[in-house]
C-alpha cells in the first residue's frame, strides 16, 4: 500500500477534484477567454519540463527518484541549482496549469493544500534524511538553493 502515499497519486487525486468541480459545480465562474488556456498550458509544459530535467539528473548520478527511500547521492546540479524540489515544484505547476484550463476557479485553493502536502508529507522527511547522511554537503547545499524556486 505504500505505492497509494505517492506524489503522483496526491497530484491525480488533486486533478479528479479539480475536474469534478470544474464539471458538476462549475457555477458559472471564468477566468476569462484565452487568458487561462495559455497560461494554463505554459504551467503544465513548464512542469513536465521541469519533471524531466530532475529525473534525468537524478538518473545521471544513479540515485532515487522515489520518496521515502535513502539517496545514494546529493544531486546538486542541473535543474538542481535552481531549486531543491523541482519535482515537485513541477507538480504544483501541473495542478495549477489544469486548474486554469479547466476554468476550475473553486478548486484554486487545492492549490496550497497540494502545496502543504507535499512539505509535510515528501519534502520535509526527505530533507531530513539527506540532512542526516550528506551533513556538511547538505547544509551547503540548502543554505545556497532554495526549497521550491
Keep these: 500500500m505504500k505505492w497509494i502515499d505517492m506524489p503522483p497519486v496526491w497530484l491525480a487525486g488533486a486533478l479528479g477534484l479539480a475536474w469534478w468541480q470544474k464539471t458538476y459545480f462549475s457555477q458559472g465562474l471564468s477566468f476569462g477567454p484565452g487568458f487561462a488556456d495559455f497560461f494554463g498550458g505554459i504551467f503544465i509544459g513548464g512542469g513536465l519540463i521541469l519533471m524531466a530535467l530532475a529525473v534525468h539528473e537524478m538518473r545521471r548520478y544513479h540515485t532515487t527518484i522515489i520518496p521515502h527511500q535513502t539517496a545514494s547521492r546529493l544531486v546538486s546540479s542541473g535543474i538542481f541549482?535552481?531549486?531543491?524540489?523541482?519535482?515537485?515544484?513541477?507538480?504544483?505547476?501541473?495542478?495549477?496549469?489544469?486548474?486554469?484550463?479547466?476554468?476550475?476557479?473553486?478548486?484554486?485553493?487545492?492549490?496550497?493544500?497540494?502545496?502543504?502536502?507535499?512539505?509535510?508529507?515528501?519534502?520535509e522527511p526527505e530533507e531530513e534524511g539527506l540532512r542526516r547522511k550528506f551533513v556538511a554537503d547538505f547544509k551547503r547545499y540548502s543554505q545556497q538553493t532554495r526549497r521550491w524556486l
Design 81 to 123: 541549482k535552481r531549486s531543491r524540489n523541482p519535482i515537485y515544484l513541477g507538480d504544483v505547476m501541473i495542478l495549477t496549469g489544469f486548474i486554469l484550463y479547466w476554468d476550475a476557479v473553486l478548486a484554486l485553493p487545492l492549490i496550497p493544500v497540494f502545496f502543504w502536502i507535499l512539505e509535510k508529507r515528501f519534502i
